[in-house]
């Protein structure tokens, strides 16, 4: 938004257009995300107007009859801007701008205006930069769009503070640049994972549908300072910290992106390799809001992102969030284990790092041996990077005794000494 934004939020009309395969409830539903949308990107919604077709109209995305009832309520309302639920085509846009008068929008470009203003790494400007560019480009003709900030407003945000030309091979050029930056900064996020694989670090990764809670159970679960508020992504860049499990093992936690209905392909293309870390985790603590009507269809959602990020086989944990706000009608929904939860209950975060460290174990390997006294530096190592369950010195045999769960292939463990499954 602009530095005027702050002050004087942009005022906009909303509209949807309701096809046959989407049922009165999920129209509902979208339309409210979309409300939600525009408020985290702080501006306010003077009216909404919807319409059921078979099809969208190819020129103007509603039928005449429907555009003319717009056109007069924009003229009545004198809005800033109207925002479709949909992604528009360029046509569509240029046509609806003729006919209204007045700055028109879509979904997919409001998300993009969200992203530019929370994007705060290097890594996640770039990103957004990319993604926008890449909605911009087949939007030139005739629109006089301007690449830098001078428009402001909702969807009307620059990628960055650049000063580029709507010209296409300029843009192209900027592509081609932005793609090389990431080459390098994606390089090093994966020697970070490699190191961090290396050390034998257990890595968690926070999922959900945004706004699900995830960055205030970050917060909670790793005593950090992640940025937290009621709205649609809050958090954007991934953070990652480490975690304290009941028997003291340290486990490394990531904070990841929201997921959302219907997110645009060129965030999703330009975000993937932030949600690798959710790919590269040993177990995924799946986030979901129980206060929302829509938390189902939330979870169908997230599935299908980690489908397509060939993370779903990956062992989850399903956590149900809120439950000080639950609706009376919630049931959960799924095959993973679970646990119900309020962020902000401590009993509850007990409860769930009880359960998060059941999870690890599953995922790691038991072990049982005997050390002398003087392997003191082993015996330190072992209780900070395993989950020990038993320590005790036998004084017969004058060495410690220890037993507990690592992770398999641990270069702390000698192999000959770990046990088998069937011997506990």
Known sequence: MSDLSKTQPEQAIVVGCQLPFVSDEQFYYSLEELKSLIKTAQGSVLADISQKRDRLHPATCIGKGKLEELKSLTEELEPDVVIFNGELSPSQIRNLQKELEIKVIDRTQLILDIFAQRAQTREGKLQVELAQLDYLLPRLSGQGIHLSRQGGGIGARGPGETQLETDRRHINKRMVEIKQQLKTVISHRARYRERRKRNQAFQIALVGYTNAGKSTLFNRLTESDSFEENLLFATLDPMTRKMGLPSGYQALLTDTVGFI????????????????????????????????????????????????????????????????????????????????????????????????EEQVKNEMVPYSMELPPDEGRLISQLKRDTIVQSFSFNEEKEAYEISGYAQEGDSKLPSKELADEDEW
């Open 261 to 356: 209905q219907d997110l645009p392909t060129t965030l999703v293309a330009a975000f993937r390799s932030t949600l690798e870390e959710a790919k590269e985790a040993d177990l995924i603590l799946h986030v979901v809001d129980t206060s929302s009507e829509d938390s189902i269809n939330h979870e169908k959602t997230v599935f299908k992102l980690l489908e397509e990020l060939e993370a779903s086989s990956i062992p989850r944990l399903t956590i149900y969030n809120k439950k000080d706000k639950i609706l009376p009608e919630f049931t959960p929904n799924t095959a993973d284990p679970y646990i119900v939860i309020s962020a902000l209950n401590k009993q509850d975060l007990d409860d769930l790092k009880m359960k998060i």
